[in-house]
């Protein structure tokens, strides 16, 4: 089975980030996850630190660990496509531009004078490649002009063929779309191009073979605009419930034989954005519990899609999101748990002695010595702390650090999540620090959450996980299966 992510905007970005992260952790399991990013403005802070995030994952996935199917960390292939403008390579973005308002204007005034009642001045005006600037009209005329039909245009001549070449090995793939309702390229991508791929599946009579479905965000944040603000086509907090009641409006009426569900998801209290930003790589907002639960809906649709068309699911406490709010909480505590106590070890620790070993040797380092060649009369078929190997520990240093600064941003942040205890691994700002002696505290107390470092050092095992067991990549296989 395989799952395919169109994630539609900033917040549809954002929310494939979360779904990277869980992904790590085994909650797709093994599957292939394909990424399609849909954003006029290529450079937006969010989608960057995405793909940045994908990046990662893929260095770490692409590890010589052995065994795909046996995987516990990091089991399920997530990749991306290229990014999709709906412009192209065009270089002036406006809708003007984009529609030949001029030439309209000159040679069919009709069309030329309706152009100017749907449109203002600004709107006709206004530089898009900063997206389409909370305007889902703006959105939804130049995304409608998406033309499925011309496999010849990149990415999605390759999108589809992947499908179409999973149906033919006897696959169900998903598809499954994430946006925002409330903002302009999302609100306005979102059910275009579900439409548009649903008639491009029954055109080929693909359908029936075909899950599609997607996760709508409603509004949960807000942010203050400056004021005296000279360009005055933006988002604009204040639009948001309008906005997404003109969105729920059509998905009641209009969406039902498009999609087989959609997931309606939002918060009653929306967090505040620190800085403003109308776009590009300024516009970097911090991640949200609702984006989790954006990734959990891809995640149950995937496997275990819902059968009744409402299902809802709500928090004990405005304040706080625990695991008791989590959807099959009993499966995901335990992988999240064993993720981040693995990532949590190898950052404050595993690496630093790491280094020790390399420029002290095993007396500093004892355990070490059994994952590589440590002294003459050591095994010799280990390999050498060599450059590859330390590249490899900072291979996985770098995505251990991403998980773990989001993860305790998730829990700083107003209404956050209440799984681990943050004070453990990161300051009053957020950051991460690093204390290897705040191990046992890192989970919220359970019958298995008291060991501390030397204790966990004392029970690697090389031999308890399957070759290669050597090397960086046998310690990190065996660190993983002790974090439990």
């Not at 939804?140 to 999973?166: C, H, Y």
């Not at 690496?351 to 002294?375: C, H, I, M, N």
Request: with cysteine; hydrophobic share 35%.
């Amino acid at each position: 089975m395989s799952l395919y992510v169109i994630a539609i905007g900033g917040t549809g970005a954002k929310c494939a980030e979360a779904l990277t992260f869980l992904a790590s952790a085994g909650l797709f399991e093994d599957q292939k996850i394909q990424i399609l990013f849909v954003d006029p403005d290529e450079s937006n802070g969010n989608l960057t630190r995405t793909r940045e995030l994908i990046g990662s994952y893929q260095r770490c996935y692409s590890l010589p660990w052995g065994n795909e199917k046996r995987r516990l960390w990091m089991p399920a292939n997530v990749s991306h496509l290229p990014i999709w403008s709906p412009f192209g390579n065009q270089l002036n973005k406006t809708l003007g531009d984009y529609f030949g308002y001029n030439s309209y204007r000159a040679q069919q005034p009709a069309l030329g004078h309706l152009f100017d009642v749907l449109y203002t001045k600004e709107e006709r005006a206004a530089s898009l490649d900063v997206g389409f600037r909370g305007r889902p009209a703006i959105g939804s005329a130049v995304m409608s002009q998406l033309d499925l039909d011309n496999l010849t245009e990149e990415p999605w001549g390759s999108f589809f063929n992947q499908i179409e070449a999973d149906i033919g090995i006897g696959q169900t793939p998903a598809i499954f779309l994430l946006g925002s309702a409330f903002g302009g390229t999302g609100a306005s991508g979102f059910p275009t191009i579900g439409r548009l791929i649903a008639s491009r599946l029954k055109q080929n009579d693909k359908r029936s073979r075909v899950k599609l479905g997607g996760a709508l965000l409603l509004p949960y944040f807000r942010f203050t605009v400056p004021v005296g603000s000279s360009d005055q086509i933006f988002a604009r907090p204040e639009q948001f419930l309008l906005s997404t009641e003109a969105a729920l409006r059509y998905y009641r009426t209009q969406a039902q034989e498009t999609f087989e569900a959609i997931y309606l998801l939002g918060d009653q209290d929306p967090s505040l954005v620190k800085d403003f930003s109308i776009g590009k790589n300024t516009q970097q907002n911090d991640p949200h519990f609702v984006e989790v639960y954006a990734a959990l809906a891809a995640r149950q649709f995937l496997f275990d899609p819902p059968s009744q068309p409402v299902v809802l699911t709500r928090r004990e406490e405005i304040s706080q999101v625990t695991w008791n709010d989590l959807p099959d909480s009993a499966n995901l505590r335990p992988r999240l748990e064993q993720a981040t106590k693995f990532s949590y070890t190898w950052v404050c620790a595993i690496a630093d002695d790491l280094e020790s070993f390399r420029t002290r040797g095993v007396k500093a380092v004892p355990w070490a010595g059994q994952f590589y060649k440590s002294g003459m009369f050591s095994n010799r078929s280990l390999p050498e702390f060599d450059a590859q190997q330390q590249s490899t520990v900072q291979t996985i240093s770098d995505w251990s650090e991403r998980y773990l600064s989001w993860l305790g941003v998730l829990h700083r942040s107003a209404g956050g999540m209440k799984l681990f205890n943050p004070e453990a691994f990161t300051n009053s700002q957020g950051q991460l620090k690093k204390n290897r002696d705040a191990i046992p505290a890192l989970l919220i107390q359970t019958a298995n959450s008291q060991a501390d470092y030397t204790n966990m050092t004392n029970r690697l095992d090389r031999n308890q996980v399957e070759p290669p067991n050597e090397g960086t990549i046998g310690l990190a296989k065996a660190l993983y299966s002790i974090s439990s």
